[in-house]
């Protein structure tokens, strides 16, 4: 068995009984869609055609939400239908980051992702899904793409079928008849309040409060992002604002080719994960310092510089821990990653190397507070050797392993630069030698740290400054949603934080404040890495992705 969908845009009439007929039959609540209709008009005023899409999940052959998904909430069945199990679920939005087509959604009743199941209840059963069934112009086909004797597999068979995003290797199994450029690529035509007859109004940033968590979505302004994107519609002139629906400003299809109608979708991750990024760089930055270059340098490092450095990292790793817990939506759940862990995805090898290197550190944290109090007098300072080896790689892994996670991410172009993990250790040492001139101005370290500190901030600011400018954004990207988001971070929305906070801020105000005093020169560089990882992370989300 190999179930898919077939849907013949030249039959569907845009009646939005399929939308209908999904939400009552799975419940779905309101604000949020599994199954959704795309207008788009052509021509111009007065001779003017509208077509129709039907969008939702592709149930791919390759899913990427089933990969990264860390509690296997997300499966794939031997039919080839794409699954979702809402008691498994935690809620960490990264199947929502996975999906190139805006097809999961999070359930703002269960807190969990949801998404078109194929109404696999019913299929069991021997019967099709609620939208096929309530199709009056039959425009959506269902069932066994490997049997030749089904219609849809006969319907496939003889005429020209497209798929979306063909280039993300997802093997969708949603086929289209009449699927037009204009329709089926989410950034084809610019979108502005004007162009939209109706919008659905959902607030672009998920929530009032930048927390990540639903609440109510604010009145209509008629506002767009940098992208294009409609932020809320905007009302008719002396009619009131604000609703879920709203008819759009100017005389309809004004140009060539226009959307007319779409779903709009929330930003997944916000502030925590920026945040957590900055954190656990700090957390493992400074100890590969002491730990690496350290000996390198052939400093010997006394106890007291020892002990405040790894309390410092032991704090900072508790606080990624908060923040990662915290921007879960079932954060009551998150021991999951580690009792049924699927271990393909980042989260899971990610939440693993956090646990070793929080462990190790805290051996290191035990040791040094016990010498320093003299709770203990270990034989010999090669005690530190055979807690902190060990715990390189885990440092290393912690600072790095979110590029990876975000290479899962394949929904957002420009997290998957092959640049990321490089970069993110640069930024870990960068950020950990800024605390640590922050921390030296409030402990005060021997001479010969604090001189292997402000040699290591130098050039690992000098190094980020390079990479983020020659490598990430220097070079061109390789696909349209990567070159979009890197505009919209240095010539769009981003732009004044990037350049201001970041770049001049954050590297080069630093580099020529000559350490004096040095502790605001590492302040500055942990505010601009906030603010680049803020553009970094927020952008990719907010183009289109349907």
């Given at each position: 068995?190999?179930?898919?969908?077939?849907?013949?845009?030249?039959?569907?009439?845009?009646?939005?009984?399929?939308?209908?007929?999904?939400?009552?039959?799975?419940?779905?609540?309101?604000?949020?869609?599994?199954?959704?209709?795309?207008?788009?008009?052509?021509?111009?005023?007065?001779?003017?055609?509208?077509?129709?899409?039907?969008?939702r999940c592709n149930h791919c052959a390759n899913p990427p939400c089933v990969r990264i998904c860390p509690v296997t909430a997300m499966y794939q069945r031997e039919d080839g239908i794409v699954e979702f199990d809402p008691d498994v679920c935690i809620g960490c939005k990264a199947c929502m980051q996975a999906c190139p087509?805006?097809?999961?959604?999070?359930?703002?009743?269960?807190?969990?992702?949801?998404?078109?199941?194929?109404?696999?209840?019913?299929?069991?059963?021997?019967?099709?899904?609620?939208?096929?069934?309530?199709?009056?112009?039959?425009?959506?086909?269902?069932?066994?793409?490997?049997?030749?004797?089904?219609?849809?597999?006969?319907?496939?068979?003889?005429?020209?079928?497209?798929?979306?995003?063909?280039?993300?290797?997802?093997?969708?199994?949603?086929?289209?008849?009449?699927?037009?450029?204009?329709?089926?690529?989410?950034?084809?035509?610019?979108?502005?309040?004007?162009?939209?007859?109706?919008?659905?109004?959902?607030?672009?940033?998920?929530?009032?409060?930048?927390?990540?968590?639903?609440?109510?979505?604010?009145?209509?302004?008629?506002?767009?992002?940098?992208?294009?994107?409609?932020?809320?519609?905007?009302?008719?002139?002396?009619?009131?604002?604000?609703?879920?629906?709203?008819?759009?400003?100017?005389?309809?299809?004004?140009?060539?080719?226009?959307?007319?109608?779409?779903?709009?979708?929330?930003?997944?991750?916000?502030?925590?994960?920026?945040?957590?990024?900055?954190?656990?760089?700090?957390?493992?930055?400074?100890?590969?310092?002491?730990?690496?270059?350290?000996?390198?340098?052939?400093?010997?490092?006394?106890?007291?510089?020892?002990?405040?450095?790894?309390?410092?990292?032991?704090?900072?790793?508790?606080?990624?821990?908060?923040?990662?817990?915290?921007?879960?939506?079932?954060?009551?759940?998150?021991?999951?990653?580690?009792?049924?862990?699927?271990?393909?995805?980042?989260?899971?090898?990610?939440?693993?190397?956090?646990?070793?290197?929080?462990?190790?550190?805290?051996?290191?944290?035990?040791?040094?507070?016990?010498?320093?109090?003299?709770?203990?007098?270990?034989?010999?300072?090669?005690?530190?050797?055979?807690?902190?080896?060990?715990?390189?790689?885990?440092?290393?892994?912690?600072?790095?392993?979110?590029?990876?996670?975000?290479?899962?991410?394949?929904?957002?172009?420009?997290?998957?630069?092959?640049?990321?993990?490089?970069?993110?250790?640069?930024?870990?040492?960068?950020?950990?030698?800024?605390?640590?001139?922050?921390?030296d101005a409030v402990v005060g370290f021997h001479v010969s740290v604090a001189a292997l500190v402000q040699t290591t901030f130098l050039v690992s600011v000098g190094l980020d400054l390079a990479v983020t400018l020659l490598g990430e954004f220097g070079m061109p990207h390789a696909s349209e949603q990567a070159a979009r988001?890197?505009?919209?971070?240095?010539?769009?929305?981003?732009?004044?934080?990037?350049?201001?906070?970041?770049?001049?801020?954050?590297?080069?105000?630093?580099?020529?404040?000559?350490?004096?005093?040095?502790?605001?020169?590492?302040?500055?560089?942990?505010?601009?890495?906030?603010?680049?990882?803020?553009?970094?992370?927020?952008?990719?989300?907010?183009?289109?992705?349907?």
């Amino acid at each position: 068995m190999n179930y898919g969908f077939l849907i013949n845009n030249d039959a569907c009439i845009g009646c939005h009984a399929c939308s209908t007929a999904c939400k009552s039959e799975n419940e779905v609540p309101l604000g949020v869609q599994r199954t959704w209709v795309k207008s788009v008009e052509t021509g111009q005023y007065p001779n003017v055609t509208r077509s129709f899409q039907v969008t939702r999940c592709n149930h791919c052959a390759n899913p990427p939400c089933v990969r990264i998904c860390p509690v296997t909430a997300m499966y794939q069945r031997e039919d080839g239908i794409v699954e979702f199990d809402p008691d498994v679920c935690i809620g960490c939005k990264a199947c929502m980051q996975a999906c190139p087509y805006d097809a999961i959604y999070i359930d703002p009743e269960s807190g969990t992702a949801a998404k078109c199941h194929y109404c696999a209840h019913k299929v069991d059963l021997g019967l099709e899904p609620a939208c096929v069934v309530v199709c009056p112009e039959h425009a959506i086909l269902a069932g066994d793409l490997d049997d030749p004797t089904t219609e849809i597999a006969q319907t496939v068979a003889k005429n020209k079928v497209t798929v979306r995003k063909p280039e993300q290797g997802t093997a969708p199994k949603l086929y289209y008849i009449g699927g037009e450029d204009v329709a089926m690529h989410p950034t084809a035509t610019e979108r502005t309040p004007e162009t939209f007859a109706w919008a659905d109004v959902l607030p672009l940033h998920g929530d009032a409060g930048g927390d990540g968590h639903a609440s109510k979505p604010p009145k209509a302004s008629g506002r767009t992002s940098d992208s294009g994107t409609p932020l809320r519609a905007s009302g008719l002139q002396g009619d009131p604002v604000g609703g879920p629906i709203q008819i759009g400003e100017g005389r309809m299809a004004e140009q060539m080719t226009q959307v007319v109608w779409n779903a709009q979708h929330k930003v997944p991750w916000h502030w925590p994960v920026p945040a957590y990024l900055v954190t656990k760089g700090i957390a493992a930055g400074l100890f590969l310092i002491l730990s690496l270059l350290g000996p390198i340098a052939g400093i010997t490092i006394e106890g007291a510089d020892m002990l405040a450095a790894s309390s410092a990292s032991l704090f900072f790793l508790l606080v990624t821990t908060a923040l990662l817990v915290y921007d879960l939506e079932r954060p009551e759940r998150f021991l999951r990653i580690v009792l049924r862990p699927q271990f393909k995805s980042w989260l899971v090898r990610g939440a693993y190397l956090l646990i070793g290197f929080s462990g190790l550190i805290s051996l290191w944290w035990a040791g040094e507070l016990a010498t320093t109090l003299g709770w203990y007098t270990f034989d010999s300072p090669d005690w530190r050797i055979w807690v902190m080896i060990p715990a390189i790689p885990f440092g290393i892994g912690t600072a790095i392993y979110t590029a990876f996670l975000f290479g899962q991410a394949e929904g957002r172009d420009l997290w998957q630069s092959p640049l990321l993990p490089i970069h993110m250790l640069i930024q870990s040492i960068m950020g950990g030698s800024a605390f640590l001139l922050i921390l030296d101005a409030v402990v005060g370290f021997h001479v010969s740290v604090a001189a292997l500190v402000q040699t290591t901030f130098l050039v690992s600011v000098g190094l980020d400054l390079a990479v983020t400018l020659l490598g990430e954004f220097g070079m061109p990207h390789a696909s349209e949603q990567a070159a979009r988001a890197a505009h919209m971070i240095t010539k769009g929305r981003y732009a004044r934080s990037f350049w201001l906070v970041a770049i001049v801020m954050g590297h080069i105000v630093p580099l020529f404040m000559g350490f004096y005093p040095a502790w605001i020169a590492g302040v500055l560089v942990l505010v601009g890495l906030y603010a680049f990882e803020h553009a970094y992370v927020t952008a990719p989300q907010e183009l289109p992705n349907s």
